[in-house]
Structure formats: structure tokens, C-alpha cells
């Protein structure tokens, strides 16, 4: 997916890019299944309402938890302050917690399952770009690159080693909110 020659900030940038095109993309389907009650409402014709609501308010649902997400994420900062230098810089920090609510996001059990259960054109091809995105061998690639580009210390480096012992640090974050607690003392 990432030509080898980008270094980890651009990794970096391109799924940051996505996640946002992701949350987009999740906004206008929960506008998608509130139009089609409204249509099917208006039109007078015999429709399975129950079934046209479920479908908007699983949406909605998944459009609340990714807003919890990025709450949490704010959190994180506090609690991983000390994977950076001795000044650490917010900005950094802001993009090192965007990447692991990204990964937060797109595990949502409620995504997949509304996507299996209620089909929406387009839904498939987003669920399998989706999949593509997962392989957790490339993003703990980039995750490592923007660590010795940005310089995390070396006690921030033995943080995630405590935390992710089987190398790849993305192996044990666990899905679902709140991302915390902080890394072990």
C-alpha cells in the first residue's frame, strides 16, 4: 500500500487523511438511511419502517462511538506523555493517538456486522478497502519509522515493549473504548 521510500511522516499523513475520509464516508451513510425513511415515508408506500430505522440508528451508533474515540483520544495525551523528549510536541503527540483511535475505529464490531446486514451501495468495497488498511504488519512498519523519525525515548521504546511483547505493537491494543490504562510504572 505505502511505497518504501516514504518515510514515517508520510506513512503517517495518508492514514490520518483516511481516517477522516472514513468518518466522512460513515457521515453520509447515516444521512443516506435518514433520507431513504424519509423518501419511503413520503412516497405513501407500503415499507418495513422498523427495519429502515434499525438500519439509521446502528448508523448513528457507529457515528457516536468514533466521537467517543477521538474524546478518548485527547486523554492519551496525558497518559502517554512520557513516550516523548523531554519537550514533547502536541502536534506529535495529537498524530501518534490519531493512529491508534484509527485503529480503535475500524475494528468496531458494528461496522462490520451493519455492513453485512444492511448492504448499501458502495458498502462492500469500503468494508474490503477497510480490510486492506488492517494489515497490522505494515502499520507497526510505519508505527516503528515515525518512532526513530520523531524520536520517542528510550523510555517510551520500553513502554511499548511491556506493553506489546510480541513485537508488533499493534497486536494487544484492544478494540472498543477507553484505550487506557497509561503504560505500567
Not at 11 to 37: P, S, W
Not at 69 to 82: F, P, T, V
Not at 137 to 157: H, M, P, Q, R, T
Amino acid at each position: 500500500m505505502f511505497k518504501k521510500k516514504d518515510n514515517g511522516r508520510d506513512k503517517f499523513q495518508i492514514l490520518i487523511a483516511t481516517v477522516r475520509g472514513k468518518l466522512v464516508n460513515v457521515k453520509q451513510m447515516h444521512e443516506y438511511a435518514a433520507r431513504a425513511l424519509i423518501r419511503a415515508i413520503e412516497s405513501g408506500k407500503k415499507v418495513d419502517i422498523r427495519s429502515k430505522v434499525m438500519s439509521e440508528y446502528k448508523l448513528k451508533q457507529q457515528l457516536d462511538a468514533m466521537n467517543l474515540i477521538a474524546e478518548n483520544g485527547r486523554e492519551l495525551l496525558k497518559c502517554y506523555a512520557d513516550l516523548w523528549t523531554d519537550h514533547p510536541s502536541e502536534s506529535l503527540q495529537n498524530q501518534y493517538i490519531e493512529i491508534f483511535s484509527y485503529r480503535e475505529m475500524v475494528n468496531m464490531p458494528q461496522v462490520v456486522e451493519h455492513w453485512n446486514n444492511f448492504p448499501i451501495k458502495g458498502a462492500s468495497q469500503e468494508l474490503k478497502e477497510y480490510e486492506e488498511l488492517l494489515d497490522d504488519d505494515e502499520i507497526a512498519e510505519y508505527l516503528n519509522d515515525f518512532a526513530s523519525v520523531n524520536k520517542i525515548n528510550d523510555k517510551g521504546k520500553e513502554y511499548l515493549r511491556i506493553l506489546y511483547p510480541c513485537g508488533n505493537v499493534l497486536d494487544m491494543i484492544p478494540t472498543g473504548t477507553p484505550m487506557y490504562p497509561p503504560p505500567p510504572n
